[in-house]
């Protein structure tokens, strides 16, 4: 990718692991600089206990091009948040892009479980993750994002709108938590609009992320060998990098503005802007879980990939 994004400051907000540090990387591919807040450190792991750090991330940001800089914030403590801000305001004077990643809640699920047997403090958590986080951080860092037209934030979360609203997701907490996303994008949209500034709403598809592969057994490099899920994870999944230049496309669009408010995927923005995953392909993961999946047919990604 050309760097379209030469002199633009990005803020991932939960640039850990998985979509956040493919989408830090994607724009750092594009020229950006990028603050890449988490709360997993060298020096301190999070409730997740995994090695991945912000750090890790920051470095990786600066090989690919653009300028990373690892900030270690918790999106539950609104003050940390704020002085995060106010350091970015201090440094450039602006933000131009916010990408609200933050979510933390995999090992919170209880798959298809009844509200009330679903354990009640596990999914008041998974909403704290999933949406209390995003409204401290665009409560703090949208005054300084909308200073100036072009600003854009980009809610990232689990299924389109179209997917999403005739779908049961896993519970009544998980659906609450990825489904606030897309009206939160919604109401941002509203609110920026008088400042010239936008707000969208992303999905990857089957996402590539660290615990996805731990999960299948198989690494990036072998990715296609997985045969859990009836093939269709070989088949379709994508690497977390794919949402990233998806949303480095969104942020170097002129003309996004007529985008605002709305619900997009990987898939569909690569076939709008043109951009392919690491391995040259397109996959349109959400088409194909409704096509074929859905459809309970055999693992087959001809017309989807």
């Known amino acids: 990718m050309e760097p379209t994004l030469a002199g633009k400051i990005a803020l991932v907000a939960g640039a850990t692991r998985g979509a956040g540090r493919g989408i830090a990387l994607a724009l750092g591919e594009a020229g950006a600089t990028v603050y890449c807040s988490g709360r997993s450190t060298r020096e301190a792991r999070s409730e997740y206990d995994r090695p991945e750090t912000i750090e890790e991330t920051a470095?990786?940001?600066?090989?690919?091009?653009?300028?990373?800089?690892?900030?270690?914030?918790?999106?539950?403590?609104?003050?940390?948040?704020?002085?995060l801000v106010a350091h970015?305001?201090?440094?450039?004077?602006?933000?131009?892009?916010?990408?609200?990643?933050?979510?933390?809640?995999?090992?919170?699920?209880?798959?298809?479980?009844?509200?009330?047997?679903h354990d009640l403090e596990a999914g008041l958590h998974m909403l704290d993750l999933g949406v209390r986080t995003h409204l401290i951080t665009s409560h703090h860092a949208l005054g300084l994002l909308s200073k100036k037209p072009g600003g854009l934030v980009v809610e990232v979360t689990d299924g389109t709108k179209e997917f999403n609203q005739n779908q049961y997701r896993i519970s009544t907490f998980y659906d609450l938590a990825k489904n606030a996303a897309l009206r939160m994008t919604f109401t941002l949209a509203h609110e920026l609009k008088p400042h010239g500034c936008a707000a969208v709403v992303v999905s990857p598809g089957w996402l590539r992320s660290e615990m996805m592969l731990e999960n299948y057994g198989v690494t990036e490099a072998n990715w296609q060998s997985a045969t859990g899920a009836g093939g269709h994870f070989a088949a379709i999944s994508e690497s977390p990098r794919f949402v990233g230049r998806a949303i480095a496309a969104l942020a170097a669009d002129?003309?996004?503005?007529?985008?605002?408010?709305?619900?997009?995927?990987?898939?569909?923005?690569?076939?709008?802007?043109?951009?392919?995953?690491?391995?040259?392909?397109?996959?349109?993961?959400?088409?194909?879980?409704?096509?074929?999946?859905?459809?309970?047919?055999?693992a087959d990604a001809a017309g989807y990939r």
């Not at 940001?61 to 800089?69: F, P």
């Not at 602006?94 to 995999?106: A, S």
């Open 88 to 117: 970015i305001d201090a440094m450039h004077g602006r933000l131009d892009l916010l990408v609200n990643d933050i979510w933390g809640g995999e090992k919170l699920i209880e798959w298809e479980q009844n509200i009330w047997e």
């Open 254 to 298: 002129p003309e996004i503005m007529a985008r605002s408010g709305a619900s997009f995927s990987s898939g569909g923005l690569a076939g709008d802007y043109g951009f392919t995953d690491l391995d040259g392909s397109a996959p349109d993961c959400w088409r194909y879980m409704e096509e074929v999946q859905g459809a309970g047919l055999p």
């Open 59 to 83: 470095e990786l940001v600066t090989q690919a091009g653009g300028t990373g800089i690892a900030m270690a914030v918790d999106h539950l403590d609104s003050a940390a948040v704020a002085a």
